[in-house]
T-cell receptor, first 117, second 109 residues
Framework: DAGVIQSPRHEVTEMGQEVTLRCKPI?????LFWYRQTMMRGLELLIY????????DSGMPEDRFSAKMPNASFSTLKIQPSEPRDSAVYFCASSPGGARWGNSPLHFGNGTRLTVT | KQEVTQIPAALSVPEGENLVLNCSFTDSAIYNLQWFRQDPGKGLTSLLLIQSSQREQTSGRLNASLDKSSGRSTLYIAASQPGDSATYLC????????FGTGTSLTVIP
């Protein structure tokens, strides 16, 4: 398996622009997680999906952030409009569910490094 | 809410030394505990996963233990090498994954 695939690897944009981050989870994984990592706050859970349905979005910082999972193989995280304080590394991760929930690891993508100037 | 703490935040040891990284969690109702490694500028790589019914897991020079009753897990690294230098994070799995803030390890040649 190719693992969790994220794109782009790096994104540099100007304040006010729309940013879309993409993620392809591992095939067969029921859960998909979006995290943000900064030096100050560490790893923060933004939102997670189960079978394409958002379960908990309490970590989404503002209405400027939105996430979708239109099918089992694709998810997006959108920031509109972007601000300099959104600069961080955004990770997508996936995990099996069901009977495998308790004994299956979380698999991370390589992340998208976002810089908003 | 589950809280996960890792101590120390940073650790520097000479090559060849055995070391222990600590992870504590407040809610013992977990499905498993997972240890990750993160190299600078990279993603998180899974090292070991201990199910709630298990006490320990081993992989090469790494050994992870779990004591749910006391809310603790340790990662033991034997005969440390400079290539072990990285940040190590633990995560407790409940209805989601709860991460610690990590221990930054430097192994000095």
């Amino acid at each position: 398996d190719a693992g969790v695939i994220q794109s782009p690897r790096h994104e540099v944009t100007e304040m006010g622009q729309e940013v879309t981050l993409r993620c392809k989870p591992i095939s067969g994984h029921d859960y998909l997680f979006w995290y943000r990592q900064t030096m100050m706050r560490g790893l923060e859970l933004l939102i997670y999906f189960n079978n394409n349905v958002p379960i908990d979005d309490s970590g989404m910082p503002e209405d400027r952030f939105s996430a979708k999972m239109p099918n089992a193989s694709f998810s997006t995280l959108k920031i509109q409009p972007s601000e300099p304080r959104d600069s961080a590394v955004y990770f997508c991760a996936s995990s099996p569910g069901g009977a495998r929930w308790g004994n299956s690891p979380l698999h991370f993508g390589n992340g998208t490094r976002l810089t908003v100037t | 809410k589950q809280e996960v703490t890792q101590i120390p935040a940073a650790l520097s040891v000479p090559e060849g030394e055995n070391l222990v990284l600590n992870c504590s969690f407040t809610d013992s109702a977990i499905y498993n505990l997972q240890w990750f490694r993160q190299d600078p500028g990279k993603g998180l790589t899974s090292l070991l996963l201990i199910q709630s019914s298990q006490r320990e897991q081993t992989s090469g020079r790494l050994n992870a233990s779990l004591d749910k009753s006391s809310g603790r897990s340790t990662l033991y690294i034997a005969a440390s090498q400079p290539g072990d230098s990285a940040t190590y994070l633990c995560a407790a799995r409940g209805n989601q994954f709860y991460f610690g803030t990590g221990t930054s390890l430097t192994v000095i040649p």
